[in-house]
């Protein structure tokens, strides 16, 4: 069985940053992509950032140049770092990660649960 569980949401003011988190355990062989989205109330879930196994990263066009985003292969984790937040980042933001589980045949993608973020003054 595999899980990933966020951390780090939070109520922030406009410009100021946070750090989430994503982890993932379990009966894990390998991870693929690990990937943030965010679903903000009356739209649609969007992908925020990704990145491989290889270090290769992905960002929305709204978020480049302010998140960062980050893995720990040996501790199955993934980060983003949110600096210059603005309102319009308001959402909960969720971690995907495509995982070959042990005994499986093939990767699988898993979601966490959510990890609310609220930009505000």
């Known amino acids: 069985q595999v899980q990933l569980v966020e951390s780090g949401g939070g109520l922030v003011q406009p410009g100021g940053s946070l750090r989430l988190s994503c982890a993932a355990s379990?009966?894990?062989?390998?991870?693929?992509?690990m990937t943030w989205y965010r679903q903000a109330p009356g739209k649609e879930r969007e992908l925020v950032a990704s990145i491989t196994r290889g270090g290769t990263t992905t960002y929305a066009d709204s978020v480049l140049g302010r998140f960062t985003i980050s893995r720990d292969n040996a501790k199955n984790t993934v980060s983003l770092q949110m600096n210059r937040l603005k309102p319009d980042d308001t959402a909960v933001y969720y971690c995907?990660?495509?995982?070959?589980?042990?005994?499986?045949?093939?990767?699988?993608?898993?979601w966490g649960q959510g990890t609310q973020v609220t930009v505000s003054s």
């Open positions: 379990g009966s894990i062989f390998s991870i693929n992509a």
């Open positions: 995907n990660s495509v995982i070959l589980p042990y005994g499986g045949s093939r990767y699988e993608g898993y």
